[in-house]
Nanobody
Framework: QVQLEESGGGLVQAGGSLRLSCAAS????????MGWFRQAPGKDREFVAA????????YYAEFVKGRFTISRDNAKNTVYLRMNSLKPEDTAVYYC????????????????WGQGTQVSVSS
């Protein structure tokens, strides 16, 4: 069982930056791939970024490439999402998710989810 808690969301102006954190409970964090997804009002939840259990492989949605960076610190049981050059269309609730071993871009592949953190970008 893995419990996840996101933090770091907030209100930022367009062009600004935020760093989201996702803290995981349990002793098996290093066996889990981690993903970030987001859901804007009135839209389906969508994939943002993912990282393998070792941190050796990362994956990004096209619309965040070059702006967002996913990373993890297995010693701290934490995964991060650094978001630069934020746009109003990045406004959403951001969720972290976990699954054993291999990263996936598909929401249905993840077994554990956090409650989400709100990111709002003003124009």
């Amino acid at each position: 069982q893995v419990q996840l808690e996101e933090s770091g969301g907030g209100l930022v102006q367009a062009g600004g930056s935020l760093r989201l954190s996702c803290a995981a409970s349990g002793r098996t964090f290093s066996r889990h791939a981690m993903g970030w997804f987001r859901q804007a009002p009135g839209k389906d939840r969508e994939f943002v970024a993912a990282i393998s259990w070792s941190g050796g492989s990362t994956y990004y949605a096209e619309f965040v490439k070059g702006r967002f960076t996913i990373s993890r610190d297995n010693a701290k049981n934490t995964v991060y999402l650094r978001m630069n050059s934020l746009k109003p269309e990045d406004t959403a609730v951001y969720y972290c998710a976990a699954r054993e071993w291999y990263a996936s871009t598909r929401e249905r592949d993840y077994d554990y989810w956090g409650q989400g953190t709100q990111v709002s970008v003003s124009s």
